[in-house]
C-alpha cells in the first residue's frame, strides 16, 4: 500500500514569497490533515478535511495561509506572503473514517526555511 | 479551545531503566492516540485507547487511558536505545473531530 506522498520535500524561499504544498493521501482515506510542526515542538494542526469538506480550520492564519482539497483525493497548502516565522516542517496524514480505526498516516513531510 | 499537555519535555535514561511520560488534555477526550516520530522523521502511530480505564501493551510499552478520559501514560519497561525517539500523544473530543498532539517527550538513552 503506498503511503501518504508530499512534495516538495525541502523548499527555500525569501519572506514574502510564496509557496506552495502538494499532498496526495493515501487510496480511499476521506480525512486529511495539514500539520505544521516548528522545530522540537509538537505538531500543530493548521487544517482537518473531510473529503472536500473542511472539519477544522481554527488554527489556521488565513490572512496568509491557504489550503483546497477540491476533489476530495489530493490536496494543496499554500503561503502567502511567507514570513520567517513560517520556517517549519509541514505534515501531510491521512485516516480512513472508520468508527473503530482512526490512526492518522503521515507524509515525509515538507521542510520550509524562509529567509 | 483544546490543549493537550505532555510532561516531562525530555527525558534521558541509561538502557535498561524505565521510562514514563504522562499526558493531559484540558477536555474530555474520546479517545487518545500515541505516536513515536524517530529523529528527522515523521510521526508514526504506535496505539489508540478509547475506554475509560483501558489498558494496552505492546511488549515492553505499556499504555494507560484515565478514567475520566482526560489524561494518559506511556511506559517503556527496560528502555533500548532503538527507543530512542520523541513520544506524542494526540487526543480528540469527539470522533471524527480534530486530531490535537501534546509538544512530545523526547527519550534519549545511553548505553
Known amino acids: 500500500e503506498a503511503g501518504v506522498a508530499q512534495s516538495p520535500r525541502y523548499k527555500i524561499i525569501e519572506k514574502r514569497q510564496s509557496v506552495a504544498f502538494w499532498c496526495n493521501p493515501i487510496?480511499?482515506?476521506?480525512?486529511l490533515y495539514w500539520y505544521q510542526q516548528i522545530l522540537g515542538q509538537g505538531p500543530k494542526l493548521l487544517i482537518q478535511f473531510q473529503n472536500n469538506g473542511v472539519v477544522d480550520d481554527s488554527q489556521l492564519p488565513k490572512d496568509r495561509f491557504s489550503a483546497e482539497r477540491l476533489k476530495g483525493v489530493d490536496s494543496t497548502l499554500k503561503i502567502q506572503p511567507a514570513k520567517l516565522e513560517d520556517s517549519a516542517v509541514y505534515l501531510c496524514?491521512?485516516?480512513?473514517?472508520?468508527?473503530?480505526?482512526?490512526?492518522?498516516?503521515f507524509g515525509q513531510g515538507t521542510r520550509l526555511t524562509v529567509v | 479551545g483544546q490543549q493537550v499537555m505532555q510532561i516531562p519535555q525530555y527525558q534521558h535514561v541509561q538502557e535498561g531503566e524505565d521510562f514514563t511520560t504522562y499526558c493531559n488534555s484540558s477536555?474530555?477526550?474520546?479517545?487518545i492516540q500515541w505516536y513515536k516520530q524517530r529523529p528527522g522523521g515523521h510521526p508514526v502511530f504506535l496505539i489508540q485507547l478509547v475506554k475509560s480505564g483501558e489498558v494496552k501493551k505492546q511488549k515492553r510499552l505499556t499504555f494507560q487511558f484515565g478514567e475520566a478520559k482526560k489524561n494518559s501514560s506511556l511506559h517503556i519497561t527496560a528502555t533500548q536505545t532503538t527507543d530512542v525517539g520523541t513520544y506524542f500523544c494526540?487526543?480528540?473530543?469527539?470522533?471524527?473531530?480534530?486530531?490535537?498532539f501534546g509538544k512530545g517527550t523526547t527519550l534519549s538513552v545511553s548505553s
Open positions: 494526540a487526543g480528540r473530543r469527539q470522533a471524527g473531530t480534530a486530531l490535537i
Open positions: 487510496s480511499g482515506h476521506a480525512t
Open positions: 496524514a491521512s485516516s480512513y473514517r472508520g468508527l473503530r480505526n482512526t490512526e492518522a498516516f
Open positions: 477536555t474530555t477526550l474520546s479517545n
